[in-house]
């Protein structure tokens, strides 16, 4: 089992350009929510996806949009970056309306 | 909303010393009550959780935590550390909404 896996590890943006971060959950997960760590902070909600849509969302503006494929794989994207974006994202799996969440190990994305 | 506050945000101790790290909560219903473990550059892994029942909980690696409702307090507890356990530690919440609301993080330093 691969657990959550997250791709890129790390990445370098340039301010106002566009990111999309990806995440492929645990196996037998159908329920995907991603979280931004800055910092020295701990982890905020940033939106949870099951059966493809968004269920419930964070207080992030509407440049954090995110995206669940069939496969229960996900994307979040982030428009118009900002200094203030760079921080650990983290993607989280569990079963639909379980409390274990199981983590990746994140994105490191720095922007510049 | 729920709040979470880890009332240290670091903790030097030596190797075989026990250490207390605290915990406090704030919800207007009732919660689910977890502590995560955060190694350098690494995701968050589940130390244990409370849902219901005893509220002395047993996690991995040594680790326990006392749910005090009262005092509205979930406070993690190891015996005996070792420098393998250098890390973040982070408290988390979670109600019916199934998102985890996290605290600023405690860093705890092993001194041989």
């Known amino acids: 089992d691969a657990g959550v896996t997250q791709s890129p590890t790390h990445l370098i943006k340039t301010r106002g350009q566009q990111v999309t971060l990806r995440c492929s959950p645990k196996?037998?997960?159908?329920?995907v929510s991603w979280y931004q760590q800055a910092l020295g902070q701990g982890p905020q909600f940033i939106f949870q996806?099951?059966?493809?849509?968004?269920?419930q969302r964070g207080n992030f503006p509407d440049r954090f949009s995110g995206h669940q494929f069939p496969n229960y794989s996900s994307e979040l994207n982030v428009n118009a970056l900002l200094l203030g974006d760079s921080a650990l994202y983290l993607c989280a799996s569990s079963s639909d309306r379980n409390t274990e969440a199981f983590f990746g190990q994140g994105t490191r994305l720095t922007v510049v | 909303a729920q709040s979470v506050t880890q009332l240290d945000s670091q903790v030097p101790v030596f190797e075989e010393a026990p250490v207390e790290l605290r915990c406090n909560y704030s919800?207007?219903?009732?919660?689910?009550l977890f502590w995560y473990v955060q190694y350098p550059n690494q995701g968050l892994q589940l130390l244990l959780k409370?849902?219901?029942?005893?509220?002395l909980v047993k996690g991995i690696n040594g680790f326990e935590a006392e749910f005090n409702k009262s005092q509205t307090s979930f406070h993690l507890r190891k015996p005996s550390v070792h420098i393998s356990d250098t890390a973040e530690y982070f408290c988390a919440v979670m109600a019916n909404d199934y998102k985890l609301s996290f605290g600023a993080g405690t860093t705890v330093t092993v001194r041989a």
């Open positions: 996806y099951y059966e493809e849509e968004e269920r």
């Open positions: 196996s037998g997960h159908d329920t």
């Open positions: 919800s207007s219903v009732s919660v689910y």
């Open positions: 409370y849902l219901s029942g005893s509220t």
